[in-house]
């Protein structure tokens, strides 16, 4: 049975088969502050793999770029331990201040 080990807390868990990271994390935790919208799009569940094996479904490059994914950071919800694994939250980056374009009317 797969285990993964959360290195900012020592908590670890144990998984199902094919059953993503974020699905034990809740099993074990539901008040866990990486539950968000369990499906790839809104990067709360973001982590860094330190350690093991993995297979990635489908995240959104929003919040894990390709070079990001190189680096080991994904999404818990798509994330499927294929043998003991381990992991830190990583947070979103803060988001970058955009600039927008006033037109104004000088008639």
């Given amino acids: 049975m797969p285990t993964a080990r959360d290195l900012a807390t020592g908590r670890r868990f144990s998984l199902e ?12 935790d539901g008040r866990s ?12 569940c973001r982590i860094q793999l330190l350690a ?3 297979r ?6 929003r919040h894990v770029s390709a070079d990001a994914e190189r680096q080991r950071f994904a999404l818990a919800c798509r994330t499927f331990v294929d ?12 988001p970058r201040p955009t600039i927008s374009k006033r037109i104004i009317d000088h008639a």
């Fill in 33 to 44: 502050n990486l539950v968000g919208c369990r499906n790839g799009g809104c990067g709360v």
């Fill in 83 to 94: 043998w003991e694994v381990e992991f830190r939250p990583a947070p979103l980056p803060a």
């Fill in 56 to 61: 990635l479904g489908k995240m959104s490059r």
């Fill in 17 to 28: 088969a094919d059953e993503s990271l974020l699905t034990a994390i809740e099993r074990d």
């Fill in 52 to 54: 093991g094996r993995v």
